[in-house]
């Protein structure tokens, strides 16, 4: 019996999700496409009817896991500075879901083609419009809180030194404070 239109969508819904959290956390290379499905608990051979290659589930990955972290937000309605002192925390550093491939992929994705580079501009894109519309700050502002934040994350988890590491998120996260709120945002 074929699959209905809604199993197609839940499935498909399965595998970004694995595929997000996996990406995220260890990236592009040392994910395989067996990793994803059976982290979704699915076989290999469902992957194909979704995605031509693990290139294209990775740029859609990345897209995907960016809008469920706004989905979250949103259906929270967290404020500018509850979303500040979330993302620049010890538990955004060190989560395995709800990372922010923006931060945990931004070395990861300097390796990898146009395609998976314009999904990730795509979303970067997408926090500067965010920070700019909330903050009611210029674009540059929302681009260097954007710097200061992903930066911040992807530095302090660099390092093995925790206290340098919660230095970093500090530091990170005191600044971007002062660019989007102190400054005239919320």
């Not at 595929?19 to 290999?44: C, H, P, W, Y």
């Not at 740029?59 to 979330?86: C, H, P, Q, W």
């Not at 990861?108 to 009611?136: C, F, H, M, P, R």
């Amino acid at each position: 019996m074929p699959w209905s239109p809604e199993q197609k969508i839940q499935t498909r819904e399965k595998i970004l999700h694995s595929a997000a959290r996996l990406f995220t956390r260890n990236g592009f290379e040392k994910v395989s496409i067996n990793d994803v499905m059976q982290q979704a608990g699915l076989t290999r051979g469902a992957f194909y009817k979704h995605f031509a290659s693990k290139s294209e589930l990775y740029s859609e990955a990345i897209v995907y896991g960016a809008r469920k972290v706004v989905a979250e937000r949103k259906s929270r309605a967290i404020d500018m500075k509850s979303v500040l002192e979330a993302y620049l925390s010890r538990d955004h550093v060190e989560a395995v879901d709800g990372a922010c491939p923006l931060a945990f992929l931004v070395s990861d994705i300097a390796q990898q083609g146009n395609i998976d580079q314009k999904a990730y501009q795509q979303v970067l894109e997408g926090l500067i419009d965010i920070l700019t519309k909330e903050s009611g700050q210029s674009e540059d502002t929302a681009l260097l809180s954007s710097i200061l934040m992903i930066g911040g994350v992807a530095l302090a988890r660099a390092v093995n030194d925790e206290s340098l590491s919660d230095r970093i998120l500090s530091v990170a996260r005191n600044e971007t404070r002062k660019q989007l709120i102190e400054n005239g945002g919320e």
